[in-house]
């Protein structure tokens, strides 16, 4: 069983920039699709990836609101998400998720399409 964590959460005001950060207890992050997903305050996790990254890593998707705002990168033991111009309406808990797949451009933008769950790590957007 792979155990991802994330790291990076925090609070910031309005405008502001977070780096979050995922690892995998095997150290093999880079053989695995990416997804980043956040629970709103007082709501479920959402369904909808916040951003997704395959395996090659120019290949990634986002949703509408995070578009020109939110960067998904990854280097050989990490995956990041670098989060610029933060909103209010960014707030949440924020949790990695990893999908094993033999496709390396394939991109997953469900919480069922993935394997593996980090425990999430706090973003609070203040105004």
């Known amino acids: 069983q792979v155990q991802l964590v994330e790291s990076g959460g925090g609070l910031v005001q309005t405008g502001g920039s977070l780096n979050l950060s995922c690892t995998a207890s095997?150290?093999?992050?880079?053989?695995?699709?990416v997804g980043w997903f956040r629970q709103a305050p007082g709501k479920e996790r959402e369904r909808g990836r916040v951003?997704?990254?395959?395996?090659?890593?120019?290949w990634t998707s986002y949703r509408d609101s995070v578009v020109d705002r939110f960067i998904i990168s990854r280097d050989n033991t990490r995956v990041y998400l670098r989060m610029n111009d933060l909103k209010s309406e960014d707030t949440g808990l924020y949790f990695c998720?990893?999908?094993?797949?033999?496709?390396?451009?394939?991109?997953?933008?469900?919480?069922?399409?993935?394997?593996?769950w980090g425990p999430g790590t706090q973003v609070t957007v203040s105004s």
């Open positions: 951003a997704a990254l395959a395996i090659h890593g120019e």
């Open positions: 095997d150290g093999r992050l880079s053989a695995y699709a």
């Open positions: 998720a990893a999908k094993r797949t033999s496709l390396n451009r394939s991109i997953y933008r469900t919480d069922a399409d993935y394997d593996y």
